[in-house]
Structure formats: structure tokens, C-alpha cells
């Protein structure tokens, strides 16, 4: 057996061993008696600003540095804006893209149009959440040297003192959703080896803050994950997400009892994106009702308050009817399974098409 075989092999092996310790002795996710693990709150009423706004795509940039320092700067314009208008905030949540737009193109295109993090991007917007004594978020896509060849959807969360206090990775990508699919990296196609790296419990993070327990992300059209989000402890429910359905903001807070919001992407009218795809961006409540809301496409800021402390009070994990569902669910077979981006860097996909070409071949249901 060859060395790069071997140290593979070894690799498999020591991934495996990390799975079955993790099944034998999982640490405790979810609590059995309905309560959920929080700090104290530092205030009864807390402000989240939602920032919708036009980043510069890398692509269309004289150079990728340049494009950068201008998306930055945009940032810090939209965070000095936010904190110094209306009710001083405690959350600013950006949109998927802020620092990179989003770009198109093979993967090896697209890893040039990327940020690391922590990085020169997040001590810049650090300095202004420190300044501002603020909570700010945003999503990029990234790269990490730990994963060659992939590229990430991250989203920091920077804490008033300045530092990344967590980054959380994307779940999972839509699937089928039309003839090209997402070629992204997401926890659920590499679960094993995320799992063995970062552990079980970063899978569905929540970061218990002093203003709530929030989490953030990038998924749509998916129950499954917010609900579990939503069981380890999630009070406020942060996403970033282009080309969003509101419907899916409104039905998600009150499925599961949180609070949420959305930040969208806006669209210049010389992008040849339709206007209607941008912006949209919102606040609701536990019962989905609009706390807060920019219909339009233009770039701006919307602002809500959330009364986090008589929120809290007395209040459970949702009541899911896990028990009555779970002898369907235990015979639910997942179309692709687990890991399928689990591979060297030459045999990841390269195009949309490519990832739709293995997700194809990985399928369990479509016939060969």
C-alpha cells in the first residue's frame, strides 16, 4: 500500500473511531425536561437593526483587494449609520454576500472571490462593533486552509469587544430546487469530518449572549433544521439568505417561538437582476407577525425591538410531537447521503452542473 493510501485509510479509520466515541458518549444536545441552558440578560429590551444594501461583486472589481477595502468600508458606512440613527443597536445583521457579492463562475474562479476568518475584513468590522458596543453579523464566502479546495458559507458573529465570538457554518444546501445545484461545502456534506474536527455539539450551535441566545443562518425552505435549533436553545433566530421566500421568516418563527430576522442582498437596476429579488428584508415575532420590514429594493435600514426578558420568562423548548412522528421518520430514507463533498480537491465538483452530476450518481432513489 502507497503512502498517500495508507495516510488515507488512516484518515477514514481515525474518523470512524471519532464517530462511534461520539455515539457511545454524545454529550447532551437537548435537555429532557423542556428548559434550555442562557446567561443573564444584561437588558430587558434589545435592538436588532437588519442592513439591506448593494455589495460590489469581487468579479466586477479592478482587484480582488480593492473590491474588498470597498465592501468593507461600505460595511462600516451602513454600521456607522445604524449607530448613530434611531434606537442605539445591540444586534446589525448584514446579508449573505457583504464583503464578496456573489460571484459565478467554476470553483477554482470562485475560490479567488473569498475571505478567511478570522481575517483583515473581520478586525476592520471589529473595530466598529467595538466602537458601537455592538453585536454585528453578516455571512461570506469563505476558505479555510483546514479544507483545501472547498468553499465555505460562514457567518461570523462579532462581539462588542471586537472579536469573532463564533462562526457558524451553513447546515445544508437546497437540493432539486432546479437543474443546477449549489456546490457549496455545508456541515451536512461533510458531517463526519466536521463532526470529528469542531464535535457534535457545533453542528446546531447556539451562542448564549447577554442580550438572548441567538444563532445564525443561511438555510431556507428547511423546518428540520431551524426546529433543531430551536431544541437546543435558540431564542433569536439570525439569517442571511438571498433571493428569500418572507413566507418561510414568518412560518419558521412560529413553528418554532423565536424571534428572527432576515437580511437580503439589494440589486442595482444596471445588475440584470430583476428588482424584485432584492431587498425584502425583515423582523417578526414568535407568532410571524412583521415587526419590521423594507419591501423594497432600496438600500437601507430596518430596526425592531425585542422584549427579551418577558420572552424568557417561563418560557420552554417548542413542543414537538417527536414521539408521534418518529416511526415515519425512522423509515425516511434521505435522497443523498452524508459526506457526498467529502473528497480530495481535484475530484470536487467544479461547476453546478458537476454538483448536480454527483449528487445524481450519489442518489438512493433515482434508478441506475
Known amino acids: 500500500m502507497s503512502r498517500p493510501t495508507l495516510a488515507a485509510a488512516l484518515g477514514v479509520a481515525a474518523l470512524s473511531l471519532g464517530a462511534l466515541a461520539a455515539a457511545a458518549n454524545p454529550p447532551q444536545l437537548v435537555r429532557p425536561d423542556g428548559s434550555y441552558p442562557t446567561v443573564p440578560l444584561e437588558k430587558d429590551v434589545v435592538v436588532i437593526k437588519v442592513v439591506q444594501h448593494a455589495p460590489l461583486t469581487l468579479q466586477k472589481a479592478p482587484s480582488i483587494r480593492e473590491g474588498l477595502a470597498t465592501n468593507v468600508e461600505r460595511m462600516a458606512s451602513w454600521i456607522q449609520k445604524a449607530c ?37 475584513e473581520t478586525a476592520r468590522i471589529g473595530e466598529l462593533a ?16 483546514e479544507w483545501p479546495g472547498h468553499i465555505l458559507s460562514l457567518n461570523p458573529v462579532i462581539g462588542r469587544d471586537g472579536k469573532v465570538k463564533h462562526v457558524y457554518w451553513k447546515s445544508r444546501n437546497v437540493i432539486r430546487l432546479n437543474d443546477d445545484e449549489i456546490p457549496t461545502t455545508t456541515v451536512e456534506n461533510v458531517r463526519d469530518r466536521f463532526r470529528s474536527k469542531y464535535g457534535i455539539e457545533e453542528e446546531f450551535p447556539v451562542l448564549m449572549t447577554e442580550y438572548g441566545n441567538i444563532a445564525v443562518s ?42 428572527s430576522a432576515m437580511s437580503n442582498i439589494t440589486f442595482p437596476a444596471d445588475s440584470g437582476v430583476p428588482g424584485s429579488f432584492g431587498g425584502g428584508s425583515l423582523v417578526v415575532d414568535p407568532r410571524g407577525k412583521v415587526l419590521a420590514e423594507d419591501p423594497s ?28 412522528v418518529k416511526p415515519v421518520f425512522d423509515q425516511y430514507v434521505q435522497e443523498v447521503p452524508l459526506n457526498h463533498l467529502d473528497l480530495p480537491p481535484a475530484k470536487l465538483p467544479q461547476t453546478t452542473k458537476d454538483m448536480k452530476d454527483l449528487l445524481d450518481r450519489n442518489s438512493r432513489w433515482k434508478k441506475r
Not at 130 to 145: H, L, M, Q, R, W
Open 218 to 259: 443561511t438555510v431556507q425552505l428547511d423546518p428540520f433544521v431551524f426546529a433543531a435549533y430551536a431544541m437546543r436553545g435558540v431564542e433569536i433566530m439570525l439569517r442571511t439568505a438571498t433571493l428569500f421566500s418572507k413566507t418561510d421568516v414568518q412560518a419558521i418563527a412560529l413553528y418554532n417561538n423565536v424571534y
Open 297 to 324: 429594493n432600496d438600500e437601507g435600514i430596518v430596526e425592531a425591538e425585542v422584549p427579551i426578558a418577558a420572552f424568557r420568562k417561563g418560557r420552554t423548548i417548542p413542543r414537538y410531537p417527536l414521539e408521534v
Open 84 to 120: 448613530s440613527s434611531g434606537k442605539k443597536p445591540d444586534f446589525i445583521l448584514f446579508n449573505e454576500f457583504p464583503l464578496t457579492g456573489y460571484s459565478s463562475g467554476t470553483r477554482e474562479e470562485k475560490l479567488k472571490f473569498t475571505i478567511q476568518v478570522p481575517g483583515p
Open 130 to 145: 467595538k466602537a458601537c458596543d455592538t453585536y454585528v453579523i453578516f455571512g461570506s464566502y469563505a476558505t479555510d486552509p
